[in-house]
C-alpha cells in the first residue's frame, strides 16, 4: 500500500513538472510581435507592403535579389505606426527577389519572381 501512495506521488511530482516546464516554453515562444505585414502582388504588376508595428522601434524594409544586391532599402521611424508602400516592379530585371521587414529581432521574408513574358508573332497568309 505503501508503496502505490509512493508511486501515485512520484507520478504526480513528474507530470506537474513536465506541465510547468511546458509552460514556460509556450511564454517564451508566445512572445509580443514587434510588427505585422501584410505583402501581396496585384494584377497590375505592383507589389503592396503594409506594415503594422506594435513597438516603438524602428523597422527596415529591403528588397534583395538573390545575389544580394538591394535595390531598395526604407527605414520606418519610431513615430510611424501604420506603413503602406506600392512598389511598381515591373521595372526590375527578371530574377527572384526577397522583401524583408526586420524590427526588434524578429524578420519576416517574402520572395517573388519577375518574368518576362514573351509574345509570339505568327503570320498565315490565306
Known amino acids: ?6 508511486t501515485i506521488a512520484m507520478t504526480m511530482v513528474i507530470a506537474a513538472t513536465f506541465a510547468f516546464n511546458s509552460f514556460a516554453d509556450d511564454k517564451e515562444s508566445k512572445k509580443a510581435a514587434a510588427f505585422g505585414t501584410g505583402i501581396f502582388a496585384s494584377n497590375s504588376g505592383k507589389i503592396q507592403v503594409a506594415i503594422d508595428k506594435y513597438t516603438s522601434d524602428k523597422a527596415v524594409v529591403l528588397i534583395t535579389n538573390r545575389s544580394g544586391a538591394t535595390f531598395y532599402r526604407e527605414v520606418i521611424d519610431r513615430n510611424t505606426d501604420k506603413f503602406r508602400k506600392t512598389f511598381n516592379v515591373k521595372e526590375l530585371p527578371a530574377g527572384t527577389y526577397t522583401i524583408e521587414v526586420s524590427a526588434n529581432g524578429q524578420k519576416t521574408e517574402k520572395n517573388f ?6 509574345t509570339e508573332r505568327q503570320i498565315s497568309i490565306k
Open 1 to 6: 500500500m505503501k508503496s502505490s501512495i509512493k
Open 113 to 118: 519572381e519577375v518574368a518576362e513574358v514573351r
